[in-house]
């Protein structure tokens, strides 16, 4: 069964920075996205980064170059590095695996941790 832990997360001003760690276990394939959404208050749930097999990132329109994901292959990880925090940003971070097959979609979510960006 996948399991995603997440790590990181907390209260930090305005312009400050933050890293939010993914370790993803128990998976069966070999081929997934890993990644992170969030979902703030009265909000539907958007993309922040997805990290691809092929190493290629999609970032959600929100990031406008601000933060930063990376992955290891081997321990399958995922990080977040957040740089130039909006109070906008505040939202609970969910980390995301994702993968499909010929005839279903599979997506796998951590509990979520909370980023928020206050003076």
């Known amino acids: 069964q996948v399991q995603l832990v997440e790590s990181g997360g907390g209260v930090v001003q305005p312009g400050g920075s933050l890293n939010l760690a993914c370790a993803a276990s128990?998976?069966?394939?070999?081929?997934?996205?890993l990644g992170w959404y969030r979902q703030a208050p009265g909000k539907q749930r958007e993309l922040v980064a997805q990290v691809r097999t092929s190493g290629h990132v999609d970032y959600g329109d929100s990031v406008d170059g601000r933060f930063t994901a990376s992955r290891d292959y081997v321990r399958n990880t995922v990080t977040l590095r957040m740089d130039s925090l909006r109070p906008e940003d505040t939202a609970i971070y969910y980390c995301?695996?994702?993968?499909?097959?010929?005839?279903?979609?599979?997506?796998?979510w951590g509990q979520g941790t909370q980023v928020t960006v206050s003076s």
């Open positions: 995301n695996l994702h993968y499909s097959t010929y005839s279903q979609i599979y997506d796998f």
């Open positions: 128990g998976m069966t394939v070999t081929v997934f996205e």
